[in-house]
């Protein structure tokens, strides 16, 4: 049988809207007997109420948005974890929207979400993002957001990232205390914050420790993975090819693993490797993968307490209330 709506109930009926949403909720402005009546009724035509309208009405959806670019990325799927987490407790519900990288499926997401399907949101931008109309527009609508991990930094909200550029520093100042004299470092956006502050902190380092840094060796890695394969072996097969490698995000491990593994050159005889990467299987790699490990979990947990703080609090102001967690230097074979 096709369930009934509150207005064909109330046809049905012979009553108003309000009459039966009040009878349903055991109003004491509703007689017994007409409420007798509308509960029998609603049984009989199979009467199913629609909690996302009744939200609605109440001006809450008891929803949150986690905007990400993806989920293959072991780094997005624990600070999901992190985000159910604080989610459950508040008895909200988590609609994952992918941007598959790209700013025009960023656009739209958010766009869609300014009617009021959600109560607020968590993002981390697409590679592609340059500018932020689209998430100001939001905010200005009353939809509370908080960055984590991949934020735009003329937005005024909370930001949850990691210490990127001193990560980047780290990263590349491991490969120079393990003789590397020329390092190349793989990147994923000219405008992406997270990739930039990377980038500089391993310039930095170069310039630290007297390396004058190589522009072939750095390259921009694009969103599909043969046409990086085919730009991290081109890299490789130079005649001043890198000794030592820093991959900027975890997706890089893969082709840099492949193309030497292409060209027998051996990790880390050949080339020492490290990559930003919260892989569990780093460690059962051949050769086991160092890493710059971020707190995914908790920045994931943290931005989700921080959007239920602005949720909650009637004086909370996201803009005061950003935070970096630092990451750690996991030491493996790959870089030894």
């Given amino acids: ?46 009467y199913v109420p629609n909690p996302y309208a009744r939200s609605l009405r109440n001006r809450k959806s008891k929803n949150i948005a986690v905007v990400i670019p993806e989920v293959a990325d072991s780094f997005f799927s624990l600070a ?9 407790e508040k008895g909200y519900h988590v609609l994952i929207c992918l941007t598959h990288e790209n700013f025009e499926n960023e656009k739209a997401i958010l766009k869609e979400f300014k009617g009021g399907r959600v109560d607020g949101v968590l993002m981390s931008v697409s590679r592609e993002t340059s500018q932020s109309d689209h998430i100001s527009e939001l905010i200005s609508n009353g939809i509370p957001l908080v960055f984590f991990d991949r934020v735009c930094e003329d937005v005024a909200t909370a930001k949850i990232t990691t210490d990127d550029f001193e990560s980047g520093y780290k990263a590349a100042k491991h490969l120079i205390e393990q003789g590397c004299d020329k390092i190349a470092f793989l990147g994923i956006s000219k405008s992406l914050s997270i990739s930039n502050k990377r980038r500089e902190g391993y310039l930095k380092a170069l310039s630290d ?8 060796h750095i390259i921009l890695c694009t969103n599909d993975a043969k046409q990086n394969y085919s730009l991290i072996k081109k890299l490789l097969q130079e005649k001043n090819k890198p000794t030592g490698i820093v991959a900027s995000v975890e997706k890089l491990t893969t082709p840099v693993y492949n193309a030497c593994m292409e060209l ?73």
């Fill in 209 to 216: 420790h007297k390396i004058k840094a190589d522009t072939k």
């Fill in 80 to 88: 999901i974890n992190g985000i159910e987490s604080v989610a459950k």
């Fill in 264 to 336: 027998k050159l051996r990790i880390p005889e050949d080339v020492k490797v490290i990559c930003f990467s919260n892989l569990e299987t780093a460690s059962i790699l051949d050769p086991p993968l160092t890493t710059i490990t971020q707190p995914a979990f908790e920045m994931g947990k943290t931005a989700a307490t921080l959007l239920f703080n602005a949720l909650e609090k009637t004086n909370f102001n996201l803009i005061n209330e950003s935070l970096v967690i630092p990451s750690a230097l996991e030491v493996r074979s790959s870089s030894r």
């Fill in 1 to 46: 049988m096709k369930n009934v709506n509150i207005k064909e109930l109330a046809r049905e009926l012979n009553l108003s809207v309000s009459t039966i949403s009040k009878a349903l909720h055991d109003s004491h402005e509703i007689s017994e007997k007409t409420k007798r009546r509308v509960m029998e009724t609603a049984a009989r035509l199979n």
